[in-house]
């Protein structure tokens, strides 16, 4: 078993880990990019001298400068929590395929109207709440379309892509500004249209991807009745015959879960808001609220506000001058970034989500605190300059270490779980929900933290470096470990709320590690022992 593969199912053919399922999750990962490198270029951009002349902003610190700043960042998310939520019909009705080139075309108009504002900030807005669209929808479809696709043992470093791009995306963005900054007058608009303007590159890409080369969901298609087409999709992706084995064992489990989610929900959940009501049933309400706690989870580390906020922050704790702040927050970027690599490409099928998240938790918690403790021991003013000393050095240090344990963990593993634990009936909109409360908090964990740096100063530390233990102890003692387990043998982890096989409506949960399994499977697993034998 090489290093970075879960321990697999069944026997799996060495053609199906091959560069198709890659090269077609990087592709469907320029959805990353639109949504990363908005995130990352913002901050930036805040404060290049030609965005602040242009824009004739109010003094930096001021409230009106503080409202300005925070509308510019707020926006985007505000945007990304409708575009979450809306996502859901196209999806659930057109496929993934549709839904990902609509998304890409809305956030192409967003990023247009942001590169050619001119100095209104009526127009910036906009734009800014059409990309925020654009990228909530995106941040949906992206991970949910590559779990549909991946075999399970390479299943969460391939989702992985998706943060791992992200964070790519991120320290281009970093770099951007930096790169304007230093080589662009401050007196010329290119300054800040450049940066901002790369963000059209990659929604185009995506939107063509999305309509000529990315095939569609074989789940969606199977959902919808298309069984042949979907057979050939997995045949293509797995580079197997359309009638080997393997890919006959994989449509059978998938038809089977689909059958049986179809045959038992509606008439359980007839009515006008049934599908949305089968999200608190027994065996679904359990993997809701565990998506809720981790995209909340990942918010109230501090991210939202440490990543929108690095260049007061590095103000704050001994870093002048525009070039010196945006060098550091790159490499802040920069970190986050080789962390996640790291984790997402080697960790995350080996060791698991769960001890990941927990090995993330540690570093973060211990990280704000320090920083906290020392803003409140020098009582520093968050809107002013301070010189560096020696305890200043180390809170620096906190901060990278803060970037590289978020990056271990927190920035991806949520995505990868809420993409993988719901069963097909309900996935696009649990998907949706988790993904819209993502957006939510984020939203006003943004809005929040400049009143917050500037007023609590190590109070905004202490109080998300809480959050981050309270959130440690609860993946500890109540998170599933998912690693290696097909879409559809989550049940035995969660239970299911659509019977086994003849229609049952009972619920057995699984114990840890899936020992204990769920009544009925015995003679699926016989079945899927049998086929593996065949193929090796």
Known sequence: ???????????????VY???VYWLASLACLGSWVFGYNNGVIPGVLVLPAFYEDFQLPPVGSSSYNTITSNIVALVQIGGLAGSVGTFPL???????????VAAGVFTIGAALQTFAYGKLSIMYAGRFLAGLGAGSATVIVPLYISE???????????GFYEINNQLSSLTAYWCNYAVSEYIPSTQARQWQIPLGLQLIFSILLFFAAIFILPESPRFLILNGSTLKARYVLSYVRRLSVEHEYINAEMAEIEEAIERQQRSGPQRSAGKFGLFRELFWKGNRNRVMIGLGLMIGQNITGIAGMNFYTPTIFRTIGFDGTKVVLIASGMYALVKSLVAIFSLTLFVDRLGRKKLLLGSSIGITLS???????????NLDPSVSHARSAWGWVAIICVYIFAGSFGFAW????????????????????????????WLVGFAVARASPAMISGWRGGFFFFFAGCSTVMGVLIWVG??????????RMDELFGTAYGIGGGDEGVVVGGDDGKKGIEGMEMQDVMVSQVGKAVV
């Open 479 to 488: 998170l599933p470990e998912t690693k290696g387990r097909s879409l559809e």
């Open 149 to 159: 696709l991946s075999p399970p043992a390479i299943r969460g470093s391939l989702i």
């Open 18 to 20: 091959n560069y198709r």
């Open 368 to 378: 704000m605190w320090y920083i906290g403790a020392f803003i409140t021991a020098t």
């Open 411 to 438: 920035n991806g593993v949520p995505w990868i779980y809420c993409a993988e634990i719901f069963p097909t009936r309900i996935k696009e909109l649990a998907v949706c929900i988790t993904t819209a409360t993502q």
């Open 1 to 15: 078993m090489p290093f970075g593969r879960a321990r697999e199912e069944r026997p799996t053919p060495k053609e």
């Open 91 to 101: 999806m659930k009705f057109w496929g993934r395929k549709i839904a990902l080139s």
